[in-house]
């Protein structure tokens, strides 16, 4: 007899058995063992074993598979942000969308712009990217001015728009050597506004060239700026542009040698900002940094500042041995600049009209166009 017919048999006879009485169950216990050749004591437990509850009925139909490939999508675009920053970005890509590809469902739309972040991870956890090498330091110390600008060891009042970071990324390669493009990047630390300029070389005209070109586009006043030691920042240039001729004075400050932390706002975006979009190539052409300014004012910076949640850190406090940090909700810089006090009525007009001006998705594809052409160039020299 084989284990199917076994099984079989004791499906039938089971009922039969646990509604008898006790003279008839070993009856059918005697004729349950020599029909299956079972020992007593086994088929005992087989035919006292309860059966398993009947399969649950299915419940509603999973609404996420629908919205994964919007959400997809979005993601991609948005350069893969963290689920609380695409949390945050949904609402101000959403509008876009129908345009971009296909008409989405209103239910749809509401059951993306309620998503949580931990639903958000675990929909894109089989398509996350890893990451990533790291670059050169190219900073070197510029000796001659260390007596005259401070050290920055203190907290500005970072409540208003104006404090800035500053920082340079080098675009060397695998060697220092010789002339090649840098990225200079400012972000201001009460909103995340950022912004990236490209120069040949460090020299002090180009860098005060591009800083000038800077302050001409911001939507608020330079009120302080924070750099390294490095020497493309502390010269006589960028002194006198910043504390001559001018009713009201920069505070001009740099941070301690070889502490990065002093400069955290702005490092962390030499990697969201730079590194991630052009990556460790060396770039040894002149011709390159027009090409760079292009991308970065006609495209990356108005994507990153009007379309771009950023998270800012409200406490940190040391329990023992561990350290408890508590975030603000994540909001985009130009969310942050419309909701501050210190930004006039006219300029947040300024601001609200060139934001319905852009298109995320459109911005993406200026970005990618652009990176063709950098790439390309790069390639034919």
């Known amino acids: 007899m084989g284990k199917k017919s076994k099984r079989e048999y004791l499906e039938r006879i089971r009922a039969r058995y646990r509604k008898a009485l006790k003279l008839a169950k070993g009856v059918i216990l005697d004729e349950f063992c020599e029909v299956c ?30 919205i994964l490939l919007a959400l997809k999508r979005i993601w991609f675009a948005s350069d893969q942000m963290c689920s609380k920053k695409l949390k945050a970005a949904l609402p101000h890509w959403l509008p876009f969308y ?16 309620h ?49 800035l970071e500053a920082d340079s990324v080098a675009h060397c390669g695998n060697s220092l050597a010789g002339n090649f493009v840098w990225s200079l990047t400012l972000t201001d630390i009460a909103t995340g506004w950022t ?71 702005v490092e962390q975006k030499n990697w969201t900002h730079v590194r991630q979009l052009l990556g460790y190539q060396r770039f040894d052409q002149p011709r390159l940094v027009n090409l760079l300014n292009t991308l970065y004012t006609e495209a990356w910076c108005p ?11 409200l406490s940190k406090q040391r329990i023992y041995a561990k350290y408890v940090k508590r975030y603000e909700s994540p909001k985009t810089p130009f969310q942050r600049l419309l909701e501050s006090d210190q930004i006039s009525a006219k300029t947040k007009q300024q601001l609200m009209a060139t934001y319905q001006t852009l298109n995320p998705f459109t911005l993406k594809r200026q970005i990618e166009q652009h990176l063709k052409e950098i790439f390309a160039a790069l390639r034919s020299y």
């Open 303 to 313: 994507y990153q500042n009007f379309f771009c949640p950023t998270q800012k850190l």
């Open 98 to 113: 129908d345009a971009e590809f296909e008409p989405l469902p209103e239910p749809l739309k509401a059951k993306l712009t």
């Open 115 to 163: 998503i949580s972040a931990a639903t958000i991870d675990r929909l894109l956890r089989p398509v996350r990217a890893s990451a990533p090498q790291r670059g050169l330091s190219g900073t070197r110390p510029g000796t001659l001015l260390k007596n005259q600008i401070p050290l920055h060891t203190d907290h500005w009042d970072v409540t208003r728009p104006g404090f």
């Open 37 to 66: 050749g079972f020992h007593r004591k086994y088929a005992i437990r087989l035919l006292n074993q309860k059966t398993k509850p009947p399969a649950r009925k299915p419940g509603r139909p999973s609404i996420y598979p629908t």
């Open 195 to 265: 912004e990236n300029r490209a120069t040949w070389n460090k020299g002090a005209t180009g860098v005060l060239a591009q800083i000038r070109d800077v302050e001409a586009k911001l939507p608020f006043l330079i009120l302080g700026f924070d750099c390294d030691n490095g020497s493309e920042f502390l010269n006589y240039h960028l002194l006198r542009y910043f504390t001559h001729g001018r009713k009201q004075k920069i505070q001009f400050t740099r941070s301690r040698p070889y502490r990065k932390d002093d400069n955290a706002h």
